[in-house]
């Protein structure tokens, strides 16, 4: 049987098993994909002994362009997300952005994540605490790791330990993202669970076209990495296809090439 959403955090406090990691596309571009990317990697991560935890957003709100795909209908989509938990037997994750969206989502999902744009976004970190999931705050690439204690505080103070902390890199200069990964160790002496977000990290944005571009042939080198540190989990989009997915094509990594690199990362983490 697939862990659970309490296991997995179990492991995560006594430091014990694998690495988690969260997966998934982009954004649910149609219901038959979602499936098939969700039964794919599960079957991937229960050979390997990783808890999984299905990623995808319902909804795209922060898009380059005005005429950038956004989604295939909340309700719809998280339905989908409801069913494909309850099908494999996994826990799923999406992003919200504002506090109305905390509980929507929260009727269908087990982790709630707030965006980076939006970490210091305090009606939206209680509201997403409030509902008693899970609440993943990715830091703000404008913001330093020691500051994430603060985003942290307003979840706890809501009521609710159920935190994680995302790294995914941070702004240098305008079009270009870099990880300190110094920021690791300093955000888990908060007593919180740490994930790179390995794909978001290699986004080069602002580009001129309004489409976010990407370092897909870094993916390896930054897991790598972020094994290396220590981090407690790892969040990496892919896709069946990227060079036609309809959000972050250009940074994520192709379905057909993630079991090779757990593999790699779990021999990793067993050196360690």
């Not at 990407?214 to 290396?228: F, S």
């Not at 036609?244 to 094509?249: E, Q």
Request: hydrophobic content about 40%; glycine content about 8%; proline content about 5%.
């Amino acid at each position: 049987m697939h862990p659970t959403l309490e296991q997995i955090q179990e492991n995560i406090r006594r430091k014990t098993d694998n690495f988690f990691l969260i997966a998934g596309p982009c954004v649910l571009e149609n219901e038959t994909m979602g499936f098939e990317i969700a039964e794919t990697i599960k079957g991937i991560t229960d050979k390997l002994g990783i808890p999984y935890v299905f990623k995808s957003s319902y909804r795209k709100a922060n898009r380059s362009r005005l005429d950038s795909f956004t989604g295939m209908g909340d309700e719809f989509a998280l339905s989908v997300m409801q069913r494909i938990a309850r099908q494999f037997d996994i826990p799923v994750l999406t992003d919200i952005h504002t506090h109305e969206e905390a509980f929507q989502a929260a009727h269908y999902v087990d982790v709630l994540q707030i965006p980076a744009f939006l970490c210091r976004q305090t009606d939206l970190l209680q509201a997403a605490a409030k509902t008693g999931k899970v609440v993943n705050i990715k830091k703000g690439q404008f913001l330093a790791p020691e500051a994430m204690q603060f985003a942290i505080e307003k979840v706890r103070h809501a009521g609710n330990p159920n935190i994680w902390a995302t790294e995914r890199g941070t702004t240098f200069g305008y079009g270009d993202l870099v990880v300190d990964f110094r920021g690791i160790p300093v955000m888990q002496h908060f007593d919180v669970p740490v994930i790179l977000d390995v794909t978001h990290s290699l986004q080069k944005p602002n580009t001129t076209s309004g489409v976010t571009g990407g370092l897909p042939h870094l993916i390896e080198t930054m897991a790598k990495a972020g094994i290396a540190t220590g981090v407690d989990g790892l969040f990496i989009e892919t896709h069946p296809e990227p060079a036609k997915a309809k959000s972050d094509g250009a940074n994520m990594l192709p379905l057909d090439q993630l079991e090779l690199l757990l593999e790699k990362l779990v021999r990793i983490r067993k050196a360690l």
